[in-house]
């Protein structure tokens, strides 16, 4: 604890999607004290909103331990939340994604491991390291699937790469697998984003597999409130824990509640399957629900709205960044 009593807690990506909906939410604690790390300090709407919050924002970088070490050792924090990651391949760059993803966490838990005090290490992974298999009840169990995707392969590795970190270190850390994230301050490109922009300016919305791909929508704000949860209570040496909802929408589902709630016509261009596209991924919650006696209830309608009221709130320059 500081000298007010509460718990420091760093995060990382912190003017990501998920980095600014747990930022703020975790700002409400009065337990808590939050700082966020971003990349670069920007005149963004996404940082004005954090720091209205009360959020202190700290420029670092994951490619320079030096000045993680130096972040970590000024502010001392408790908990790390790790939210930051590159989640495509830019113009084809593979070895960029793995320098962030793979490179920059293991950067990360390095200075963690130097600097001392950290007591718990809660960081973001995904669905998608269940590969192109995919299923409707998808649990923490399984083993690895075929990664569709270099940042599949990279979560893959992050993982396997914290969990002995983890046994080595003492320090407890617990991989978080995001489904499907709606909500506020969604990334610009990021599946609602791309398919409000598209029934807003009246363009055929693209779906393959003929909109039939069923994916678990899991609301930011419930997984801020999952990490909340986490940050409050013991954890194992190294552990993975599912963040959906245990319920599975069609992607056709999800165009058409945004339509309703945007008021515009949902036009579409039905296309065939994509290779190596999972047709669901559905999160099976029985250990969620037994490690934190609580699940996500939001549903897809609210999470559409919300997106949609935030939106319209903030202007189309918005997105999180």
């Known amino acids: 604890m500081n000298n007010t009593g509460r718990h420091i807690v760093l995060v990382t990506g912190a003017n990501g999607a998920v980095g600014v909906n747990t930022c703020l939410a975790l700002a409400q604690n009065p337990d808590l004290q939050v700082i966020g790390m971003v990349r670069q300090l920007a005149n963004s709407p996404a940082q004005h909103a954090l720091s209205r919050a009360g959020i202190a924002l700290q420029e670092s970088d994951l490619a320079k331990p030096a000045a993680l070490?130096?972040?970590?050792?000024?502010?001392?924090?408790?908990?790390?939340?790790?939210?930051?990651?590159?989640?495509?391949?830019?113009?084809?760059?593979?070895?960029?994604?793995?320098?962030?993803?793979?490179?920059?966490?293991?950067?990360?838990?390095?200075?963690?491991?130097?600097?001392?005090?950290?007591?718990?290490?809660?960081?973001?992974?995904?669905?998608?390291?269940?590969?192109?298999?995919?299923?409707?009840?998808?649990?923490?169990?399984?083993p690895f699937g075929t990664a569709a995707t270099p940042y599949a392969a990279s979560k893959q590795m992050v993982e396997i790469l914290t969990n002995s970190w983890a046994a080595a270190t003492g320090i407890p850390a617990v991989g978080l697998r995001l489904f499907q994230v709606l909500g506020p301050w969604?990334?610009?490109?990021?599946?609602?984003?791309?398919?409000?922009?598209?029934?807003?300016?009246?363009?055929?919305?693209?779906?393959?597999?003929?909109?039939?791909?069923?994916?678990?929508?899991?609301?930011?704000?419930?997984?801020?409130?999952?990490?909340?949860?986490?940050?409050?209570?013991?954890?194992?040496?190294?552990?993975?824990?599912?963040?959906?909802?245990?319920?599975?929408?069609?992607?056709?589902?999800?165009?058409?509640?945004?339509?309703?709630?945007?008021g515009v016509e949902a036009k579409l261009e039905l296309l065939g399957p994509r290779a190596q596209e999972p047709l669901a991924a559905v999160a099976d919650l029985h250990k969620m629900q037994q490690t934190l006696q609580w699940q996500p209830t939001t549903t897809l309608a609210h999470m559409v709205e919300e997106y949609v009221h935030w939106h319209a709130a903030q202007g189309p320059d918005s997105a999180a960044q």
């Open 186 to 262: 969604a990334r610009a490109g990021s599946m609602i984003d791309f398919f409000a922009a598209r029934l807003r300016a009246g363009q055929p919305v693209p779906l393959f597999s003929h909109g039939t791909l069923v994916r678990d929508f899991v609301a930011a704000r419930d997984i801020a409130r999952a990490i909340e949860k986490l940050i409050d209570q013991p954890l194992p040496g190294a552990s993975c824990l599912n963040v959906g909802t245990g319920t599975g929408h069609t992607t056709l589902q999800l165009v058409h509640t945004l339509a309703a709630a945007l």
């Open 69 to 142: 070490r130096a972040l970590l050792q000024q502010f001392r924090p408790h908990v790390v939340v790790h939210l930051a990651a590159q989640v495509s391949v830019q113009q084809g760059n593979i070895a960029d994604l793995m320098a962030v993803n793979v490179q920059g966490q293991a950067n990360l838990l390095q200075a963690v491991a130097e600097v001392g005090g950290v007591r718990k290490f809660i960081y973001a992974s995904t669905y998608s390291v269940y590969g192109t298999e995919g299923g409707q009840q998808l649990a923490e169990t399984q």
